[in-house]
């Protein structure tokens, strides 16, 4: 069945840095773009960013673009969300996914940016 794994998550001050992974299993991970969305709190799911099938290109979200990277490892079916220069309004809960979304999502990781 699909799972979606998502960890990396933790406290982390203004201007520092995370590495986020997502282990995906119970379809072709290599045929499919993939997504990180985050959700804070009392707000909707919204899209950080997108990796194509062979990760030769990515989009990100305008208020993060410049300070997320999307990277994939298709022989090992891992997303990867590394994050600079971290801001407090970063905080949320991160998830990944594909395009188009799979059901069920994962249980997500939390990232919290404060000091």
């Known amino acids: 069945q699909v799972q979606l794994v998502e960890s990396g998550g933790g406290l982390v001050q203004p201007g520092g840095s995370l590495r986020l992974s997502c282990a995906a299993s119970?379809?072709?991970?290599?045929?499919?773009?993939m997504r990180w969305y985050r959700q804070a709190p009392g707000k909707g799911r919204e899209l950080v960013g997108e990796?194509?099938?062979?990760?030769?290109?990515?989009m990100y979200a305008d208020s993060v673009q410049g300070r997320f990277t999307i990277s994939r490892d298709n022989a090992n079916t891992t997303l990867y969300l590394q994050m600079n220069s971290l801001k407090p309004e970063d905080t949320a809960v991160y998830y990944c996914?594909?395009?188009?979304?799979?059901?069920?999502w994962g249980q997500g990781t939390q990232v919290t940016v404060s000091s």
């Open positions: 990796i194509t099938r062979a990760g030769g290109s990515t």
């Open positions: 119970g379809f072709t991970f290599s045929s499919y773009a």
């Open positions: 996914n594909r395009r188009p979304v799979i059901l069920p």
